[in-house]
């Protein structure tokens, strides 16, 4: 079977996480921070915090936001249910902005439109949570102005995403953002089998987001209500969870964050290939945004509505590992249950109904590539 991803391991990832089991912190220890800073490095950020998944990032990243009961947070349908989620988490109402057909990314167009009406109906969201989907990023000038313009803040949802650029800056530098979110689950570009990081150039921001992963305690006395009593005092502040990544993780993420710009220029050369043998195929190719160099997370092929299906089985039958990115978040049973219905999101819909996600990781081969192609090419033609 040729997996649609798969994370690449090496004996430097061994070593790392073997060293960590044998000294002295399997958690709040140095690692973390050595993680923090490669990632920070990488993105241009100036904070980098390190928790235990990219739900939980997107989650404290809407918490040090203030987003709470009354409120509103906005996302796109063709997105993991995580990022839709996190808004319902935090007590606040979730909606959507349709996809651009092309890119597959929340489209501007949609969102200023939508933001009109909002705003003259008094139902402003506080938080848009763009999604760069496939690891391209969305038009995030555009969406960064229409957010200042009406008053919103933006957390990106750059899940598949690290290692991208986008107007040559690296994803990541929240030029057009509040806070950006990385996961690094192992189909992602770099994994620490559980993990995610959220970046901002905020120090406001990254002290509360450190603060909220770990039980909403500090032990800065100049946030403390009357003085520190001595050496072991802390004080819990506001409410928070355990939402630390372990030392273990960290260790891989750092060996792991070395071959970033590696895995992502492997990822594009495969990505261009596809593009070049695909090129005479009754489907669709994913279209490129503007000034986004993509990190190339997926591959996401369109085919007929009526044939995905026979395709999908056919290729599954071939042994490749295709998937499929995403069910429309408002068409889930708990989603339809809030509100929302068929029809809602036209854009998305139609996106999903034609969409496939073909094998795309760092180690894949060209012969492995082009047993994807021949599988596809049959299973397009067949009747
Ligand atoms: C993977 C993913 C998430 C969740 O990441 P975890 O690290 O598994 O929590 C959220 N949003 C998107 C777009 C994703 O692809």
Not at 68 to 97: K, R
Not at 161 to 180: F, K, N, Q, T
Not at 228 to 248: A, F
Request: charge should be negative; glycine fraction near 8%; hydrophobic fraction near 40%.
């Amino acid at each position: 079977m040729i997996p649609y991803g798969r994370q690449d391991i090496r004996p430097e990832d061994l070593e790392a996480v073997r060293e960590v089991l044998t000294s002295d912190f399997l958690t709040q220890g140095p690692k973390v921070p050595a993680f923090e800073a490669s990632v920070a490095k990488a993105t241009g950020a100036a904070h980098a915090v390190a928790v235990n998944s990219a739900t939980s990032a997107l989650h404290i990243a809407c918490l040090a936001l203030d987003l709470g009961p009354g409120d509103i947070l906005w996302t796109s349908p063709i997105t993991f249910v995580a990022s839709a989620n996190v808004g319902h988490l935090c007590g606040a109402e979730v909606d959507f902005v349709d996809i651009d057909p092309d890119t597959f990314n929340m489209c501007p167009q949609a969102l200023e439109t939508k933001l009109k009406a909002a705003k003259s109906s008094g139902r402003l969201p506080k938080v848009i949570m763009p999604v760069h989907m496939c690891g391209q990023s969305a038009d995030m000038a555009r969406i960064g102005a229409l957010a200042r313009e009406f008053g919103c803040k933006v957390v990106e949802d750059a899940s598949h995403a690290i290692g991208g650029r986008y107007l040559d800056r690296p994803v990541g530098d929240c030029a057009h953002s509040d806070i950006c979110v990385f996961s690094f689950h192992p189909v992602k570009i770099v994994t620490t089998a559980e993990g995610g990081v959220a970046t901002t150039q905020s120090d406001a921001l990254a002290a509360r987001m450190e603060r909220l992963r770990t039980h909403g305690v500090t032990r800065d006395e100049a946030l403390m209500e009357g003085a520190s009593e001595g050496g072991w005092y802390y004080q819990q502040i506001e409410l928070g969870l355990n939402y630390r990544m372990t030392e273990m993780q960290a260790a891989l993420g750092v060996t792991q964050m070395e071959r970033l710009d590696d895995y992502v220029a492997r990822r594009n050369a495969l990505a261009d290939r596809y593009d070049r043998v695909l090129g005479n195929m009754p489907l669709k190719r994913p279209g490129r945004q503007d000034g986004a160099y993509s990190a190339f997370h997926l591959y996401v092929v369109r085919v007929e509505a009526e044939k995905r299906r026979e395709i999908f089985d056919a290729l599954r039958a071939d042994g490749i590992g295709v998937n499929v990115h995403y069910i429309p978040v408002h068409l889930q049973p708990y989603w339809a249950r809030h509100g929302f219905k068929p029809g809602d999101f036209p854009n998305a819909e139609a996106y999903y109904g034609g969409a496939i996600s073909i094998p795309l990781y760092p180690g894949m081969t060209e012969a492995d590539q082009d047993r994807v192609v021949t599988s596809l090419a049959a299973a397009c033609v067949r009747d």
